[in-house]
């Protein structure tokens, strides 16, 4: 197990709702990203976050947005939810000492079903 | 456009066999080079990465063999075991960032 925890495991939203969906980071991590799985594609980079302010973005839209707690746990917000956003969510938590040297470790992630 | 492609998307070997992926990629700015393994249900766990200095990383059955002129790197697993059974995932980040770009995934299917 890595550590890094995610609520809730399973959810299930319509279109256009809002979802938050929680991650707590690896005891001693700094460094909070989260990814978007798409059934059998690999996980695709949203954004990342450190000391609480983002850290660099994927190619998503604006409704997807974050936070990072000072206890570096994290939140995903996607808003006005669109059938496509069905998807494995997956937050990697890591620990950044040098640029580009850490290593991620994720939780299992929250399965979000958009009908 | 896919930045890191991998090969092939499926694969079945015997038990005590040798598993191959392979991954090709067109940054040269890429300069870490991680694979996954996932299992369902579950999120990626890091088994093995390389940085282009080194032409072969071994850890136990797991090997990656990097050739940077070709811009191509590969995961051998020796001895393949039907726990190894699940779907990996090559990766690449360039210097300087904390982004992750991944392969498609090849799901790999070990028989007994």
């Known amino acids: 197990e890595t550590g890094v925890t995610q609520s809730p495991t399973h959810l299930i939203k319509t279109r256009g709702q809002q979802v938050t969906l929680r991650c707590s980071s690896q005891?001693?991590?700094?460094?909070v990203s989260w990814y978007q799985q798409a059934l059998g594609q690999g996980p695709q980079f949203i954004f990342q976050y450190y000391r609480e302010e983002e850290n660099g973005r994927g190619n998503f839209p604006p409704r997807f947005s974050g936070l990072q707690f000072p206890n570096y746990s994290s939140e995903l917000n996607v808003n006005a939810l669109e059938l496509d956003d069905s998807a494995l969510y997956l937050c990697a938590s890591s620990l950044l000492a040098a640029p580009g040297a850490a290593k991620l470790f994720f939780g299992s992630g929250t399965q979000l079903s958009v009908l | 456009q896919q930045q890191v492609k991998q090969s092939p998307q499926s694969l079945i070997v015997q038990k005590g066999g040798i598993s191959i992926i392979n991954c090709a990629y067109e940054?040269?700015?890429?300069?870490?080079f991680p694979w996954y393994q996932q299992f369902p249900g579950k999120g990626p766990a890091l088994l093995i990465a390389i940085r282009p200095d080194v032409s072969e990383k071994k850890e136990g059955r797991f090997t990656i063999s990097f050739n940077k002129s070709a811009k191509q790197f590969s995961l051998h697993i020796m001895d393949s075991q039907p726990g190894d059974s699940a779907t990996y995932f090559c990766a690449a980040r360039k210097g300087g960032s904390e982004k992750l770009v991944f392969g498609k995934g090849t799901k790999l299917t070990v028989n007994p």
């Open positions: 940054n040269t700015a890429f300069d870490y």
């Open positions: 005891s001693g991590h700094n460094t």
